[in-house]
């Protein structure tokens, strides 16, 4: 994938994504990992490689997010 043999993920990174409300759904995630992994020499994404909207949503908690989502 992305001329890339394996895909990490920091977890402080991957409290981001979860975090994120992603309100240009799955199309965003794709296209904002495709960015990070284009941009980048290694395999692993960090915190620092995300996008500061993204980046900002690590202190939300995944209560915040769940209630968000019952919500809709």
């Given at each position: 994938?992305?001329?890339?043999e394996?895909?990490?993920?920091?977890?402080?990174?991957?409290?981001?994504?979860?975090?994120?409300?992603?309100?240009?759904?799955?199309?965003?995630?794709?296209?904002?990992?495709?960015?990070?992994?284009?941009?980048?020499?290694?395999?692993?994404?960090?915190?620092?490689?995300?996008?500061?909207?993204?980046?900002?949503?690590?202190?939300?908690?995944?209560?915040?997010?769940?209630?968000?989502?019952?919500?809709?």
């Amino acid at each position: 994938m992305f001329g890339k043999e394996k895909i990490q993920i920091t977890k402080e990174a991957l409290d981001c994504f979860i975090n994120y409300s992603w309100p240009g759904n799955v199309r965003e995630l794709e296209h904002t990992i495709e960015r990070i992994l284009n941009l980048k020499d290694d395999e692993t994404i960090t915190i620092d490689d995300l996008p500061e909207q993204i980046r900002n949503c690590s202190n939300a908690s995944l209560e915040e997010t769940l209630e968000r989502y019952e919500k809709n």
